[in-house]
């Protein structure tokens, strides 16, 4: 079996020193300190493949003009029954900057100019195309704030306000919700559109709404839709939030936090209290959260960079890798085969030629499920 060794095996959950890693086919088998005679490599540092939890990579794409930018569909405010992976191009240089940084998985979502944007798409970034690329759904993309009710001038029926946006959406639900309802009445023959099909799978429980929402109010006012139509969500940016209530109530209610990007400008007033110190909110509340680039906000290649700033807020160096492997895998629902190296799991992992904390270090052999696909 392929075997490979490391003076530190970083697994996702612990640091092992002077550790083999063996798989056969695409699969972990085992991680010991012990190893066959013969390896095929012999590495300073190992870690898990990368994840970015949130990007729009492949939908905005190095090299082309903005208005060839597939991230908001600009017909309706609602558009439920969307699928990213229709406009996600896999030749976006995008994807092999990120491979050679150690990223090797995306959960490509769409844009938040729509209140629904639709489906989301956890994808191989070394996919040759689409259908070999995507990977498993991991929910549907909605957005609250400031991005919905800023594109009045794009098509269909826009709010101009956050209770207008909000209000469109309640509509939607509660008609579909009130369909539901028919269901159970004798003789009913109750029929839903495309669109509608998608809201019901999310009233049932069946999809997991993924929100963009940055400011503690409008977290406020998805908590009510939650309580009022008993939503599956996760709420992704967060970076306003500057006090620690609302990361507490998301803790008690079970909601994750895919936070990000960090590093980038502060570009809008909903932004205002931006800053790298509302982290220690984030951790100190003990909420299970993630981590994204929302590339090309900051380039996905960057993700690990944004961890110095969990060092700083005091997490050693295992536990900041975890936020963009197992914590990423988990909250994508990818936990089964990523996110750590693990027997069974996917032998995905970064082979590394010193610490990858430090600026001087690279990755110089990169192996997706069992294969390699990169060398320095």
Known sequence: MPTLRAKQVYTGRQVLEEAAITWENDAIAGVASDAPAEVLGEYPVITPAIIDAHAHIGLIRAGEPADEAEANERMD???????????IQMDDKGFKDSIECGVLYSCIVPGSGNIIGGDSAVVRNYGAQTNAALIRRAGIKAAFGYNPMHVREWKGTRP????????????????????????????????????????RQILQGEQRLRVHVHKADDIAALLRLVDDFDLDVTVEHTCDIHE??????????????????????????ELKHENWTNIRHLIDSGVQFGL?????????RNLLLTLRW???????KQ?????????????????????????GKWASLVCWNGDPFSLESYPVAIYAEGKLIYEA
């Open 77 to 87: 405010a609602i558009l439920a029954h969307a699928d990213v992976l229709d406009s």
């Open 160 to 199: 101009y306000t956050r209770m207008g946006a909000l209000a469109l959406l309640r509509a939607k639900l509660h008609d579909v919700r009130s369909k539901i309802a028919d269901e159970a009445k004798e003789d009913a023959d109750v029929k839903y559109s495309a669109e509608e099909t998608v809201l």
């Open 244 to 269: 620690p209530g609302i990361f507490e109530e998301l803790r008690d209610r079970g909601i994750p936090v895919v936070y990000g990007p960090m590093d980038s400008l502060a570009y809008k007033v």
């Open 292 to 300: 994204m680039t929302d590339h090309p906000v900051i380039l996905q």
């Open 310 to 316: 969990f060092l700083r807020a005091g997490l050693n």
């Open 319 to 343: 536990q900041a890798l975890e936020i963009i492997t197992r914590s990423n895998a988990e909250i994508l629902g990818i936990d089964d085969i990523l996110g750590t190296l693990e027997p």
